[in-house]
């Protein structure tokens, strides 16, 4: 992937700018694609965009399935779907809930927490990256306006 800046090929606004939504899929995308390189390189093998999504989105203590697919924005099938693969590639594992005999928790394994470390510093130096090519002024005003109050999607009817 290119340069931020390389908006070609990318939907347009009425009056020329790009579109918001494809930018921050492309930002994302920086910030995933910086991740999965980092871990690779140590020799992890690499977890898909969705898998590293779920797993961001665990609790130390555990969390059940449908709570992790609401927090996701996804159908609980889907993942149920990521977990299997998570728990199939050792960085997850599956308890019993103490709390409710019908649920289970999903909680990390040693090398699922090795992967978390790992990735919380390759974000951290791709956020010192940015700093350093956009100065620290633009990267608080972004930080600012995506931890916003957006509202809802949609107005209300």
């Known amino acids: 992937m290119g340069g931020m800046s390389e908006s ?24 995933a694609d910086a991740t999965i390189a980092d871990l690779e390189a140590k020799g992890m093998p690499p977890l898909s965009i969705t898998q590293m999504d779920i797993f961001t989105k665990l609790d130390p203590g555990g969390i059940t399935i449908s709570e992790l697919a609401r927090r996701s924005g996804v159908a609980r099938q889907s993942a149920h779907q990521a977990v299997g693969e ?15 005999t019908r649920s289970k928790l999903v909680l990390p394994t040693e090398a699922g927490l090795e992967r978390l470390r790992i990735a919380r510093r390759t974000l951290a130096e791709a956020e010192r990256r940015l ?27």
């Open 131 to 157: 700093v350093d090519r956009l100065g620290e002024d633009v990267v608080d005003q972004l930080r600012a306006a995506l931890d916003a109050d957006w509202g809802p999607p949609h107005p209300a009817v």
């Open 86 to 100: 998570l728990v199939k590639a050792g960085v997850l594992r599956i308890e019993p809930d103490p709390s409710s």
């Open 8 to 31: 070609s090929g990318t939907a347009m606004t009425y009056d020329g700018k790009p579109l918001l939504g494809p930018l921050l899929r492309q930002a994302f995308r920086w910030f």
